[in-house]
Nanobody, 130 residues
Framework: HVQLVESGGGSVQAGGSLRFSCTVTGTGATIHCMKWFRQVPGKQREGVAAIHTGQDNIYSPNSMKARFTISRDAAKKTLYLQMNNLKPEDTAIYYC????????????????????????WGQGTQVTVS
């Protein structure tokens, strides 16, 4: 059973940086896709960045890629999100997610992972930018 444990949230002033971690625990099938989401209460959840673990191919939408970078340390089973030049509108709860299905393997790219539905979720971590 895959479990995801997030860390690294907090409060920061506008223009500052934060890095999130999402560590995979438990045993189970191989993870092929991972993604960072964010959600502001009362608003729709928004994708931030995704990675396909086959060759660590990444994808972020244009609105995110200038300031948000997804990466992974396979040996540590940890996913990261580096966020720079944070703005008040980045205030949200950030979630990591993982998928192990054959469909996740087949999509073969970060862009493909970005469009998937996800089964496993982290607990969420609050980011407040003031």
């Amino acid at each position: 059973h895959v479990q995801l444990v997030e860390s690294g949230g907090g409060s920061v002033q506008a223009g500052g940086s934060l890095r999130f971690s999402c560590t995979v625990t438990g045993t189970g099938a191989t993870i092929h896709c991972m993604k960072w989401f964010r959600q502001v209460p009362g608003k729709q959840r928004e994708g931030v960045a995704a990675i396909h673990t086959g060759q660590d191919n990444i994808y972020s939408p244009n609105s995110m890629k200038a300031r948000f970078t997804i990466s992974r340390d396979a040996a540590k089973k940890t996913l990261y999100l580096q966020m720079n030049n944070l703005k008040p509108e980045d205030t949200a709860i950030y979630y990591c997610a993982a998928e192990t299905t054959l469909g996740a393997l087949i999509v073969g790219s970060g862009m493909g992972c970005f469009g998937l539905q996800y089964t496993y979720w982290g607990q969420g971590t609050q980011v407040t930018v003031s």
